[in-house]
């Protein structure tokens, strides 16, 4: 099982250069998301968006797992969200440490799949 970067990659750079677009200050939100909750909030949405390719399979998917399923699991609300967002993409020394977690968990999971897998085949 083979990880696709090139979607992440794709989420990471468009954050990025899109964070350098604006010259201007933003302001620490009142309600600014951690940085843990901010990394695992990505990583649902990653995972989320990648499961909704198969949202063919299961019509449902996107009442079950769309966004107001992030807002309701992490207690937040869309206008939290994108002003955390925006907070940290206007500091880009704490967006990538936030993204180099993501990615670590990414490598993480395929890692221990791949172990999973491994473990099976010789079985």
């Known amino acids: 099982m083979k990880f696709n970067y090139f979607f992440l990659n794709l989420i990471c750079s468009g954050l990025f250069l899109?964070?350098?677009?604006?010259?201007?200050?933003v302001e620490k939100p009142d309600n600014l998301i951690s940085k843990n909750k901010m990394e695992a909030i990505l990583y649902d949405a990653i995972i989320m968006d990648v499961m909704s390719t198969f949202s063919e399979k299961n019509p449902n998917f996107e009442n079950l797992?769309?966004?107001?399923?992030?807002?309701?699991?992490?207690?937040?609300?869309?206008?939290?969200?994108?002003?955390?967002?925006?907070?940290?993409?206007?500091?880009?020394?704490?967006?990538?440490?936030i993204h180099a977690s993501v990615l670590k968990r990414f490598e993480f999971v395929k890692d221990s799949l791949d172990r999973l897998s491994k473990s099976i085949k010789t079985n």
């Open 18 to 25: 899109g964070s350098c677009s604006g010259t201007g200050f």
């Open 65 to 97: 797992m769309g966004k107001s399923y992030l807002y309701k699991k992490y207690g937040i609300d869309s206008i939290q969200l994108v002003e955390s967002e925006n907070y940290y993409a206007k500091n880009p020394r704490e967006y990538l440490k």
